[in-house]
């Protein structure tokens, strides 16, 4: 994509975000809850992304999709880091695919701490799979109206060329 000087680029403090700085285990381990509670959130940015077609216009909504992710990792860690902590050791070294067939009884332990503690429960298996409408307060997106280009010039005249002969 050419950029012009009319195209609005944001600032680096724009773009400047803190980090969630886990690792993957750490993600996939909290990935259920994460979804969960931060879903308003991350449907805001994607129909953002989608209905702008420009990552430009949906920083905010990138940001509090982190700021959800710092809250609901904050809270793990707060009141439940020690079931997380087996939790996702476990998942660690699981293997390769870091599956959680193996892990189902710190998942257990750790499913049990986030609902008596943090009062969130595990999402049914299906549950992000499943159609679910999001409403929003934001204005719908107007796409700018599509400018057609200049005309195309005319194809040549070719009967108004001189005839050559062909010679073998």
């Given at each position: 994509m050419p950029i012009t000087?009319?195209?609005?680029l944001p600032s680096y403090e724009e773009l400047t975000v803190p980090e969630l700085d886990l690792t993957s285990s750490v993600l996939r381990a909290g990935a259920h809850y994460f979804g969960k509670y931060c879903d308003n959130q991350c449907k805001e940015f994607m129909l953002c992304k989608e209905e702008t077609n420009d990552p430009r216009r949906c920083l905010n909504e990138g940001k509090e999709v982190t700021r959800c992710g710092f809250e609901i990792f904050g809270k793990i860690k707060a009141k439940c880091f020690e079931e997380f902590q087996q939790y996702w050791h476990c998942?660690?070294?699981s293997g390769h695919?870091?599956?959680f067939r193996k892990c189902r009884k710190q998942q257990a332990i750790?499913?049990?701490c986030a609902k008596e503690k943090l009062g969130i429960e595990r999402p049914y298996v299906g549950y992000f799979s499943k159609v679910r409408v999001h409403h929003t307060d934001r204005p719908k997106y107007e796409l700018p109206p599509h400018q057609l280009p200049d005309a195309l010039p005319p194809?040549?005249?070719f009967s108004k060329t001189p005839k050559t002969e062909i010679i073998d």
């Open positions: 000087n009319e195209e609005w998942i660690d070294h695919d870091m599956n750790f499913d049990e194809p040549p005249d």
